[in-house]
């Protein structure tokens, strides 16, 4: 079975921590994203990698930067976590050339920042 | 099914019967449309897909209807099950044809 792996459910970390937060695929996939979810916003893009070693922004990536030394792991970092970056933080990943099925979710990293 | 504020619209129905979810896209280049579920504690998982030659595709008892003039796509449940209740959003490949747009969801409650 196909998967996508995020390292954490939870984390709670204090104002100011660098925070990673890990997310690894199995499919070979050359596409992999980094999404948050808030009640109400849905699914917000905050940084997209087509190969390794290559990031693009998303939509929101202000605070966040991403490493991609590996195909198969995209590592989200805050670099000084702040209480508004409390949230749900869903990796996906899809291969290249199209989007048949669209994406591969993982579980999510539901994190707290106090 | 477009969300209000922080607060997420909610269909609440009775064990058994049908239930309809809709979404109103954002983009008219987008030619390919995805349905989430996603339950609680869970990423979202694939439901159904349809590109936009098509109007309608049938799954196991999801039905996915696109309507390209009005830009709005809806997804149907039949006979619907507690294991129906979940958050349910749309996403669309928008402008550029590689990266799906996710609408908000909209949290559907089966009753038994």
């Known amino acids: 079975d196909v998967k996508v792996t995020q390292s954490s459910r939870y984390l709670v970390k204090r104002t100011g921590e660098k925070v990673f937060l890990e997310c690894v695929q199995d499919?070979?996939?050359?596409?992999m994203f980094w999404y948050r979810q808030d009640p109400g916003l849905g699914l917000r893009l905050i940084y997209f990698s087509y190969d390794v070693k290559m990031k693009e922004k998303g939509d929101i990536p202000e605070g966040y930067s991403v490493s991609r030394e590996k195909k198969e792991r995209f590592s989200l970092i805050l670099e000084s976590a702040s209480t508004n970056q409390t949230s749900m933080y869903l990796c996906a990943s899809s291969p290249a050339g199209g989007l048949n099925y669209g994406y591969t979710f993982g579980s999510g990293t539901r994190l707290t920042v106090v | 099914g477009e969300s209000v504020g922080l607060h997420l619209p909610t269909l609440s129905v009775q064990e058994g019967d049908n239930s309809i979810i809709n979404c109103a896209y954002s983009n008219s280049a987008s030619d390919y449309f995805i349905w989430y579920k996603q339950e609680s504690g869970k990423g979202p998982q694939f439901i159904i897909d349809?590109?936009?030659?098509?109007d309608k595709r049938q799954g196991q008892r999801v039905t996915v209807l696109l309507n390209k003039t009005v830009k709005h796509l809806s997804l149907q449940i039949a006979a619907t099950q507690p294991g129906d209740s979940a958050v349910y959003f749309c996403a669309e490949n928008g402008e550029y044809g590689n990266k799906l747009v996710f609408g908000a969801g909209t949290i559907l409650r089966v009753k038994s």
């Open positions: 349809i590109r936009s030659n098509m």
């Open positions: 499919m070979d996939h050359e596409n």
